[in-house]
């Protein structure tokens, strides 16, 4: 028993034997507010580098090979009937840091979606699928659905959520936060994991994110968690991914630095590493 407890204890402190596929969650923005009729376009562009995963604490492709080295993303929202719904694409591509070239890209995960809109609430319908760009081997896809809740606290009655209802509406404060709570059901998945040692078929979805920011939004901290549960194993997640750090914001430039890790919730399983990501959004309204 003394020596079970020993081996999950060094598994926490120094990471896994065995590498996590990166599974960060796509897709999950918070829309944009719009006026009754209007049509634009908002997203980002971002790099993104890890840092401290020379023993491949996280992988570069959804079979469990390679390193992740740096990150390219691109997200695209489409309001095309503004204040009710959007059409989204979140893309993203990962380098593998074995074959030692930061554009060598190892592996591509797209996710489309469909979201409907109301003051504080979200309804999404998604299809994600990962693959490996340089060789054959594993890949993952799902449909799934996903309802989302946002509380925002230090806001005016006019906010970039839309018009808050009364019990919402608040004064000015030098602090806002913004926290959301999102459950989701895979309604179709065959193949994406709830662990990460990619054992298991992920059910459900239950994510949080927290952000406490100045009213500038110079500064950030950030928090989110993405637990994950098993088929069959009803409502007890088995998996969760951490992202917690801060962030600096100016002029539609973000730079973040964070501390992620994946970790099994019911067995050994500890995969940390450090990321150093910069973010360039874009609204297509700022050139009208």
């Known amino acids: 028993m003394g020596r079970v407890f020993i081996i999950v204890l060094l598994s926490f402190v120094t990471g896994s034997a065995w590498a996590a596929p990166y599974q960060k969650i796509l897709g999950q923005r918070a829309l ?29 492709r959804p079979d469990g090979s390679g390193s992740a080295y740096n990150l390219y993303q691109f997200y695209f929202n489409d309001a095309f009937e503004g204040k009710k719904a959007n059409f989204l694409a979140d893309l993203a591509f990962l380098s593998d840091r074995e074959r030692g070239n930061n554009f060598n890209l190892a592996s591509f995960d797209y996710l489309l979606g469909l979201a409907f809109k109301g003051p504080t609430w979200n309804l999404q319908f998604d299809r994600e699928e990962g693959l490996p760009i ?15 809740f946002t509380v925002m606290t230090g806001e ?19 602090i806002k936060t913004r926290w959301t709570g999102t459950v989701g059901y895979f309604l179709h998945n065959n193949s994406y994991p709830a662990r990460s040692d ?23 901290l950030v ?7 098993q088929e069959h ?12 750090g801060a962030a600096l914001q100016s002029n539609g430039v973000e730079v973040a630095f964070l501390r992620e890790y994946r970790e099994i919730l019911d067995g050994p399983g500890y995969h ?9 959004a874009f609204d297509s309204r700022r050139f009208k």
């Not at 006019?158 to 608040?170: A, D, E």
């Not at 194993?233 to 917690?244: D, I, N, Q």
């Open 198 to 220: 990619r054992t298991g078929l992920a059910q459900m979805r239950y994510h949080v994110r927290g952000e406490i920011m100045q009213r500038s939004e110079l500064l950030r």
């Open 32 to 60: 944009p507010a719009a006026e009754k009729g209007e049509r634009f376009q908002t997203g980002y562009m971002r790099v993104g580098h890890f840092l401290r995963n020379d023993e491949g604490a996280v992988n570069a």
């Open 223 to 229: 928090g989110e968690a993405d637990f994950l549960t």
């Open 233 to 244: 194993r009803a409502l007890k997640p088995v998996g969760v991914e951490v992202s917690f």
């Open 134 to 148: 340089d060789r054959s081997g594993a890949s993952w896809r799902y449909w799934d659905v996903r309802a989302s």
């Open 272 to 280: 940390p590493w450090y990321m150093l990501r910069m973010t360039y």
């Open 156 to 174: 005016s009655e006019k906010s970039g959520l839309g018009r808050l209802p009364k019990y919402m509406q608040k004064s000015a404060s030098p």
